[in-house]
Structures are given as structure tokens and as C-alpha cells.
């Protein structure tokens, strides 16, 4: 890999070169990967006109890039370390030769369900190595990917089986996570059972747990009748640089979730590049990053990032505090794991346990300390960097989103400083600048500033799947000519960036991202709600809590509360739930409608000394009762 940056001179350099020469610089990284044809141009289209492609023309498949091109020189390397729930089961290791098997008997088995290039496949299933290689083998067949997280609910499901209309959904019997069981199948065939009339032909049903499910006669079939069947030899499917690659529905400020779309050549080249460049691991290094593959997180850098890399990746089925607080860390010893990379949110709660979890594991073979999902504040970074880095291991803040592929802002491990609290850097190929309040970039260099990013970057996202207005509307628009990241943030006289959070009404609760309007219209579902309000407050644990204001009809009974958490569970999952619900006989609403949210956040926040200019409100005097009434 020559476009590895190994100084703070060479970042300089290929930064300078990236703003320079950007098809060249793009282009000689390219070059490195693995093609059927070359591109004809390395990027074209722009922000304004939201139709950003890079490397048109060219053709690729992401799995020969992922796999068959190490089993040269890595055949027998372990690509993949599995840890289960359970510390008592052994852990499974595949090879990258062995993965590269297991993908193409899962690729095979699902061309033989009639799935091929272009096809939705929609994954519910738990963290088991078979969700990886289901992954992969989508992308070996040409198949758009879909996973879902495994704790959204059937109606959250639902919906996403319905705007992806896939053809193939494949789930688990059931899902072990810390002490429960998670019902996918169950949950899976409410989902079928809501929507009707689906797009969905086959379920397949991976066995892990063992128990009782129904299996729907022509439709259900069980991985172990079919995957050892499959062939395991299957010619990867030739793709285009811009098919896309997978769908991956986050949360947005309105509306229900959009789904992201990425496509394969950008997507792979910046998964690679940043992963390479980020974590600085090396041949024998051992990387363990503690995502769900249901998020972004999971998709970038457990799967394509590492592989592409020819690293070795680590999946954990479990939590971290299962059987105990200390099993980070005794899987940390066991397999000795270099890199690792984990939320702040897992970091307060385990900093918050007894020191002695820590203390009884050999953390010595850690070498870098990754941090993403929110800020990172300083009391759990000093925890992060003393009690488990000892002081030795540099910690990557990376900044990015489910919308931008991979990582954007970040320091390089050991090659770029590091500085508490700031994700530091851009990577070479992002364009950062502040935005003030009229939409002007911020020329100096001390600023704070809503974050845009000014140059279309090879993992950008390309559109919202079925929804390309949407896409304008929600990243090109707000700033035209840039893309809106819905993050506020902070540059300091070096010039490094600190994000300070949203500054839309998205909430980031325990690193997952969580749309306030989402949570409001689930709340609403309720038949004695009038109308409700969801803002965010500072949370010890989960960074930010979900605080809800809701109005109820005159005969609400005792069990609201009880029926409104239900309510959202069903909604959409247990991570939505709100953590107070205060009922309110009124809003603070301005006399076009408007509900002021400012005021509401304060009072969430117990900041109750100044509620600014309230002047413009219908009535003021809700404020106080509000006030007066707050948990
Ligand atoms: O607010 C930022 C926060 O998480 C949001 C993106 O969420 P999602 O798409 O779910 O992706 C999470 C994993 C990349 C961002 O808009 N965020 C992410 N990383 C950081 C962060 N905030 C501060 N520091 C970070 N390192």
C-alpha cells in the first residue's frame, strides 16, 4: 500500500496533493485495488448538482478486493475472530481463505433462491459470523445489502423491508445478547405478518439458539438445509464504480429514516484508505472494533475496512458487561488485541464499574485506542487513555457518519497528534469549513460554525434510496454548494476540529443516532396523546438522554407512562424509549405554531436560570408550569 502515511510530513503532503491534484491523488490510490476495467474519469459531478461519481466507467467487484486478493500472500491468515455471548463457548476463527469459502457457498446459496445484481437483501440477524459473510456475499453477487439492526423493532423492520423492497430477508432463530434472548424470527414474522403483501420471496433462518420457531412452508428454509450444499466456488459479479453497494437506514431530523445509499468503487476506496491510515495497524496487529454491523460503524470497519486491509477483524456477539464489566477486557487479553475501537458511551459505563475488572486483565498488547459515535468528554478520555492505554497507546477521535462512508476527521495513530476532546484533522480529501448563521464559510481560523464539507470525497453517500429529493434537500441545499453534515463544531488556533454535537433535531443516545420527530410520531400512536415533544438532555452514560413532554387527553390513566414506553419499543426498539416523560397541560409554542424547543431542552437540562426572550410565545406562563412540573 503505497498511499500509507507514515509522518506528519507525508500527511501534509498527500493533504496538500489531495487539494492540488485530486484525480491524480485518487487515482494512483485506486490503482492499488483490484479491477476487471480501469475508470475513465476518477471523479465527476458535483455537490451542487447531487450527482457526485467517482471512478465512472470503472469495473470491480468490492469482495475480490476484500478476499480472494489476499489469498495469495494471506491465505491462511485468520481474517476473522468470532467471540461469542457466552465466554464459556469457544470462539471461531476463519482464515481468509476459509472466509473466502464461506462467502461464496453463502453467495451461491442465495443465487440459487433467484437473488442477483441489483436485488434488495435485508439482514436481521445478531452479531454471528454468518451476518458477516451475508454481507460480503450480497456484495459477491451484486446484491444491495441491508442490514438492520437486531434491536428494531417489527414495525421499524417493516418499514425498511418495505422502502428497499428486497426480495430475500434473512435473520436468525433467535439472537443471544448478554443475558436475553432476542425472538428475530418471532419479530421478523410480525414484521411479514404487518406489512401483508411484501416484496420478500424467502426467508432464510440461521440456527443459533435453538429454539421453537415457525417456519412459513415455501417461503422459510434454514441455512444449514441449504449453505452446505452451495457450491463454494462463485465468479464474483462484475460491478460498475457507482452500483451501489448497500443501503443503510439512519435517522434524520424529520420524517422516518432514510435510507443511505452507497455505491462500490468510492465506498471501497475510502473504507480501505481510512482504515489503513487511521489505525496504522501492522501484518500481525489484531483489530477489535466493538460496533454492531447494524450500524455504519460495523459496516465500515468490521467488515470492508479491515478486510480490505488484510487485517485481522474481531466480532463480538455479546455486551460489555456480560457475564461482568470486566468482559472487554478479558477479550482484550484473550485474543490480544492491538487496536480497538469502541463508543465513549461503553467507556463512561465501564469507567463507572469497579477498577478491578481492569486491574485483573493483561492489556499490554494494545497499541491504539479508538473513540466514535459522539464526543468524547474529557473525564472519559483521561479514564480511556490511563486505565486501558496506560498512557502508551494514541487515541483516534474519528468524526463521521453513517452519510459519509468513513472517517473524515481524525488523527492518524502515531503519525498525527492526537489532543483530547478534538477529532484534530481532516483526512486528505475533506474539505471542512464553519458555516456562520447567514451561510458564510468562516475565513478564521479560531471558530465555531455549523460543519460543511466543501469537496465531494470517494465515500460520500449518493443519494437517499427512492428519495433523491430528499437527499438534496437534507445535505445540498441548507449550504448550497457544500455538503451539510448537521453537526456544530469548533476549530481551534491550529486548526484543529472539536464536534460539538447536532445542531438539528437529532438526538445521539448512547452513540446511536435517534430522530426526535421519529420518537414523537411513535409517541403519538397513543390514543390519549395530544401531542408530544422529544428534546435531549445531558446523560451521564449515554451522552444524551431522551426527555419526553407529552400532552394527554382529559381521561389519561395511570399507565400512560407504561403504555407510552411500550408504545415506542414497538415502534421502533427499546433504544428509543425516553428516560422521563413528564406530561405537560401545554407547549411553549410561538403564535405561528412553532414549539420552542430551546426553552424545552433548558428545563430538560435543569438550566433554569435564563430562558432567553419568551416574548414571542402565545402564552409565557406555560413555561413556568412546565418549569415547575420537570423530572
Ligand atoms: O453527531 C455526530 C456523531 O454521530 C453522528 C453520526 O451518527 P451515525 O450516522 O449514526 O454514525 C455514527 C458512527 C460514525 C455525527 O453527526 N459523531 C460521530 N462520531 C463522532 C461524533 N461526534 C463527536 N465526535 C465523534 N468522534
Not at 26 to 55: C, L, M, P, R, Y
Not at 488 to 499: A, F, M, S
Not at 507 to 531: D, F, K
Not at 589 to 613: C, P, Y
Request: proline share 4%; aromatic share 10%; net charge negative.
Amino acid at each position: 500500500m503505497d498511499w500509507k502515511i507514515n509522518s506528519l510530513e507525508e500527511y501534509a503532503v498527500a493533504y496538500q496533493e489531495s487539494r492540488n491534484n485530486p484525480d491524480k491523488f485518487w487515482g494512483d490510490i485506486a490503482e492499488s485495488f483490484t479491477w476487471h476495467k480501469k475508470w475513465n474519469e476518477v471523479q465527476s459531478g458535483t455537490i451542487k448538482d447531487a450527482n457526485v461519481k467517482w471512478f465512472e466507467g470503472g469495473e470491480l467487484n468490492i469482495t475480490e478486493n476484500c478476499l480472494d486478493r489476499h489469498l495469495e500472500d494471506r491465505s491462511d491468515k485468520v481474517a476473522l475472530i468470532f467471540e461469542a455471548n457466552n465466554p464459556e463457548e469457544e470462539a471461531k476463527e476463519y482464515t481468509y481463505k476459509e472466509l473466502h469459502e464461506a462467502v461464496c457457498k453463502a453467495a451461491n446459496m442465495m443465487k440459487d433462491l433467484g437473488v442477483g445484481k441489483g436485488d434488495r437483501v435485508c439482514l436481521y440477524m445478531s452479531m454471528v459470523p454468518e451476518l458477516l459473510i451475508s454481507v460480503l456475499a450480497c456484495a459477491r453477487i451484486g446484491a444491495i445489502h441491508s442490514v438492520v439492526f437486531g434491536g428494531f423493532s417489527a414495525h421499524a423492520l417493516a418499514g425498511r423491508i418495505e422502502d428497499c423492497e428486497c426480495k430475500l430477508l434473512i435473520t436468525n432463530d433467535a439472537g443471544f445478547r448478554g443475558s436475553k434472548v432476542t425472538h428475530l424470527k418471532e419479530i421478523a414474522d410480525n414484521a411479514l405478518n404487518d406489512l401483508g403483501k411484501t416484496s420478500v420471496e424467502h426467508v432464510i433462518v440461521h440456527k443459533r439458539v435453538g429454539n421453537n420457531i415457525e417456519m412459513k412452508e415455501g417461503r422459510d428454509i434454514w441455512w444449514h438445509d441449504i449453505y452446505p450444499k452451495a457450491s463454494s466456488d462463485c465468479k464474483a459479479e462484475v460491478m460498475n464504480a457507482e452500483d451501489p453497494l448497500f443501503i443503510l437506514y439512519t435517522s434524520g431530523s424529520t420524517g422516518q429514516p432514510k435510507g443511505v445509499l452507497h455505491t462500490t468503487a468510492g465506498y471501497m476506496v475510502w473504507a480501505a484508505y481510512t482504515f489503513g491510515n487511521v489505525f496504522q495497524m501492522n501484518e500481525e496487529d489484531k483489530y477489535w472494533c466493538t460496533a454492531d454491523i447494524g450500524w455504519i460503524t460495523g459496516h465500515t470497519y468490521i467488515t470492508y475496512g479491515p478486510l480490505l486491509n488484510g487485517a485481522t477483524t474481531t466480532m463480538f456477539e455479546g455486551v460489555p458487561t456480560y457475564p461482568d464489566a470486566g468482559r472487554f477486557w478479558e477479550i482484550v487479553d484473550k485474543h490480544k488485541i492491538t487496536h480497538f475501537y469502541t463508543a465513549p458511551t461503553a467507556v463512561r459505563a465501564l469507567m463507572a464499574c469497579d477498577s478491578e475488572f481492569v486491574k485483573k486483565q493483561d492489556l499490554s498488547t494494545l497499541k491504539v485506542l479508538g473513540s466514535v459515535g459522539e464526543p468524547i468528554n474529557a473525564e472519559a478520555w483521561n479514564w480511556y487513555n490511563k486505565e486501558i492505554g496506560k498512557e502508551k497507546c494514541p487515541i483516534v477521535d474519528t468524526w463521521w457518519q453513517t452519510e459519509t462512508g468513513g472517517i473524515l476527521i481524525s488523527s492518524l495513530a502515531g503519525v498525527t497528534e492526537g489532543k483530547r476532546c478534538f477529532a484534530t484533522l481532516p483526512l486528505p480529501g475533506v474539505f471542512p469549513a464553519l458555516m456562520d448563521t447567514e451561510g458564510n464559510i468562516i475565513e478564521e481560523r479560531e471558530a465555531e460554525g455549523n460543519l460543511c464539507i466543501t469537496r465531494p470525497w470517494p465515500g460520500m453517500l449518493r443519494t437517499i434510496w427512492g428519495d433523491h429529493e430528499r437527499f438534496k434537500q437534507t445535505y445540498t441545499s441548507a449550504y448550497p454548494g457544500t455538503y451539510f453534515t448537521g453537526d456544530g463544531c469548533r476549530r481551534d488556533e491550529n486548526g484543529l476540529y472539536r464536534i460539538t454535537g447536532r445542531v438539528d433535531d437529532v438526538l445521539n443516545v448512547s452513540g446511536h443516532r435517534i430522530g426526535t420527530a421519529e420518537v414523537e410520531n411513535a409517541i403519538g400512536q397513543h390514543p390519549h396523546v395530544i401531542e408530544s415533544a422529544i428534546v435531549g438532555y445531558p446523560h451521564d452514560i449515554k451522552g444524551q438522554g431522551i426527555y419526553a413532554y407529552i400532552i394527554a387527553s382529559e381521561n389519561h390513566h395511570e399507565d400512560m407512562i407504561k403504555e407510552i414506553l411500550e408504545v415506542v419499543t414497538s415502534e421502533i426498539g427499546p433504544i428509543a424509549k425516553p428516560d422521563k416523560i413528564q406530561i405537560v397541560p401545554g407547549l411553549p409554542k410561538t403564535r405561528s405554531g412553532k414549539i420552542m424547543r430551546r426553552i424545552l431542552r433548558k428545563i430538560a437540562a435543569k438550566e433554569f436560570d435564563n430562558f432567553g426572550d419568551t416574548s414571542t410565545l402565545l402564552d409565557p406562563s406555560i413555561v413556568e408550569t412546565i418549569k415547575d412540573g420537570s423530572l
